[in-house]
């Protein structure tokens, strides 16, 4: 339709009349100022809920580690004391008090 150009650039052509009418040139400025600092107030928020959520992990990672080397420690003390336990009735069963063991030292 060759009459939808000009008809299209008159309704643009009154927008931008009406919109500069309702906001000055300045306005537009300060409104597009404003539209830019929230934007990267909201790209730093976002960075930093990003780190934040890092540190945290890392901080959960840390945390998790710490608990499996404190369960082998846990878990290496119950055979250490498995192991002394027995060491305890063997000296038991064949030293019944320390005379004899002091004795067995002594005879090398």
Request: a neutral charge; glycine letters at 0%; hydrophobic letters at 70%.
């Amino acid at each position: 339709m060759p009459n939808a150009e000009p008809r299209m650039s008159a309704i643009t052509a009154t927008t931008m009349i009406i919109t500069t009418a309702i906001q000055p040139p300045a306005a537009i400025a300060a409104i597009s100022a404003l539209i830019a600092a929230i934007t990267a107030f909201t790209t730093a928020a976002t960075a930093f809920a990003v780190a934040f959520a890092a540190v945290a992990a890392a901080f959960a990672a840390t945390r998790a580690a710490r608990a499996a080397i404190w369960a082998v420690f846990a878990v290496a003390f119950a055979v250490f004391c498995a192991v002394f336990a027995v060491c305890c009735a063997v000296f038991t069963a064949f030293c019944p008090d320390f005379t004899v063991l002091r004795t067995v030292f002594t005879d090398f």
